[in-house]
């Protein structure tokens, strides 16, 4: 199956916020009869497929998300990503952030952040953080090259565990988020179980991309094998039939088993990261769970 990126979700990013933008901004009746156990996560949303509404009006896209029934959001680091198209959010200062994300009734959960920020502008990104009420501080990706030996993986898994020590000395839980890449074999070692074994549980915590489903590995089991190591999700569902994404409740993902096994984990925030068409409809289907 094919490998599903940041990138091929933004493809089809301008149809999909026309169609989220038309919805009706209904007020989200949230928790309608929760599975036992299950973890009572707001449903949140991660603003990378949305980036190019997102800049062009900050309040009003936020809003317009709180009206499909989302409760959190989770940022890019607009420093960070300036070349991603997020440098008009550059001129915000950290309290005016959170007043925009807060007045649109929204809270500002957590960020993504890249490495080469952290390695380099870790105390000015501490510092935004508090200011703006983050609680995480997500690592997106290493940045390192295709053919990237284990090694080199576990070396930069060591700087983040130094990291992580610094930001949760400040009060901010660091978080490492996954791509598929985490999920191939190098001699015969699966990357992402390695991380797991380098990456310190208490100053590194896990972000799990429910989209591997696509690959064949499912949230609940890592959720269920490794209590304790997680602190939130990117959520997407998927159909082998499709060959693609699709919104919550309309793939393969068993989310009542999922939920069960995020609340045993200690999963705090979910957030979906999936073409903007889908918003709606999987902010539906969450509210009924």
């Known amino acids: 199956m094919n490998k599903i990126s940041r990138r091929q979700f933004l493809n089809k990013s301008a149809l999909g916020m026309g169609s989220a933008l038309a ?6 009746n949230y928790g309608q009869g929760f599975i036992p156990g299950a973890a009572k996560i707001p449903l949140g949303f991660q603003v990378w497929t949305m980036r190019e509404a ?9 809003k317009m998300m709180a009206g499909l029934g989302y409760r959190t959001v989770e940022m890019c680091s607009p420093p960070g990503y300036e070349s991603a198209g997020f440098a008009p959010l550059m001129n915000l200062k950290a309290g005016e952030m959170k007043k925009i994300i807060n007045d649109a009734g929204l809270i500002f959960e957590s960020s993504h952040y890249g490495m ?10 501490i510092d935004f953080a508090i200011e703006s009420g983050q609680k995480q501080m997500i690592v997106s990706s290493f940045g390192l090259p295709e053919k990237a030996s284990l090694n080199d993986w576990m070396k ?10 610094k930001t949760k000395a400040a009060g901010i839980q660091t978080g490492y988020h996954n791509h598929h890449m985490e999920f191939e074999k190098i001699d015969g070692s699966l990357i992402y179980d390695a ?46 039939k499709k060959n693609d994404s699709v919104a919550l409740g309309k793939g393969i993902v ?21 073409d903007p068409a889908t918003f709606k409809a999987s902010a539906e289907y969450y509210k009924t769970l």
């Open 156 to 165: 930069a898994a060591d700087e983040l565990n130094e990291i992580g020590a």
């Open 54 to 62: 997102l800049v062009k009006d900050f309040p009003g896209t936020l």
């Open 23 to 28: 919805a009706l901004n209904m007020p989200f």
């Open 116 to 125: 080469d920020e952290l390695r380099n502008h870790l105390s000015e990104r």
């Open 254 to 274: 068993d989310w009542k088993e999922l939920l069960v096994a995020a609340g045993k984990s200690g999963v705090k925030n979910v957030f979906v990261e999936m």
């Open 195 to 240: 991380l797991l074994e380098i990456l310190d549980p208490q100053s590194v915590k896990m972000q799990f991309q429910v989209a591997v489903i696509s690959v064949g590995y499912k949230a609940s089991d890592y959720f269920n094998k490794y209590p304790g190591r997680f602190i939130s999700a990117h959520l997407a569902d998927w159909s082998p």
